[in-house]
T-cell receptor
Framework: GESVGLHLPTLSVQEGDNSIINCAYS??????FIWYKQESGKGPQFIID?????DKRQGQRVTVLLNKTVKHLSLQIAATQPGDSAVYFC?????????FGRGTSLIVHP | GAGVSQTPSNKVTEKGKYVELRCDPI?????LYWYRQSLGQGPEFLIY????????DSGLPNDRFFAVRPEGSVSTLKIQRTERGDSAVYLC?????????????FGEGSRLTVL
């Protein structure tokens, strides 16, 4: 089975709101996680990563939170814009090969 | 600057035929990955190259699938005796080293349709 999975297949938000996309993982030994964004007809694009020695990491308008106790991570997008509409994947990095879950489709309404 | 280039972008073939999908990674990237993505699913790992050698081919579904990277740059994914279940988008990605990095650069994929 999959080592990572997302809670919701679709998330709809209003432009300007904050978005939170959640992800659970099953392997307590996992020590590296990545979030990708995939727009229609394109390949996944790296957003941000986090290692297990951290519980929070921030990028431009995005924050990833890692809760190792419950094996959960989330991607928070501030002030969501129409250009953020895409499918978001969390992936477990392992040593060399990112393993992807099914993805959450983020729909941003103007 | 050139990203990862994949050709063809679309390929329609008949069941039983042979296909080749090409990936041209970012110059200087030693690590190259092939993934397969079905509709509504996340990318599924197929094979990983470090330089010219296949460091991990555990994701190849069966012996009809084969990939090469003879000079450590361009890679070709080869599928023999295609089946309808092989229909998917085949994604190629490259990265600088591959070691414990999730920053893969993906191409736009080759959409394979087997009739």
């Amino acid at each position: 089975g999959e080592s990572v999975g997302l809670h919701l297949p679709t998330l709809s938000v209003q432009e300007g709101d904050n978005s939170i996309i959640n992800c659970a993982y099953s392997n307590s030994a996992s020590d590296y996680f990545i979030w990708y964004k995939q727009e229609s007809g394109k390949g996944p694009q790296f957003i941000i990563d986090i290692r297990s020695n951290m519980d929070k990491r921030q990028g431009q308008r995005v924050t990833v939170l890692l809760n190792k106790t419950v094996k959960h991570l989330s991607l928070q997008i501030a002030a969501t814009q129409p250009g953020d509409s895409a499918v978001y994947f969390c992936a477990e990095g392992g040593s060399y090969i990112p393993t992807f879950g099914r993805g959450t489709s983020l729909i941003v309404h103007p | 600057g050139a990203g990862v280039s994949q050709t063809p972008s679309n390929k329609v073939t008949e069941k039983g035929k042979y296909v080749e999908l090409r990936c041209d990674p970012i110059s200087g990237h030693t690590a190259l990955y092939w993934y397969r993505q079905s509709l509504g699913q996340g990318p599924e790992f197929l094979i990983y190259f470090q330089g010219t050698g296949a460091a991990d081919d555990s994701g190849l579904p069966n012996d009809r699938f084969f990939a090469v990277r003879p000079e450590g740059s361009v890679s070709t994914l080869k599928i023999q005796r295609t089946e309808r279940g092989d229909s998917a988008v085949y994604l190629c990605a490259s990265s600088l080293s591959g070691r414990n990095t999730g920053e893969l650069y993906f191409g736009e994929g080759s959409r394979l349709t087997v009739l």
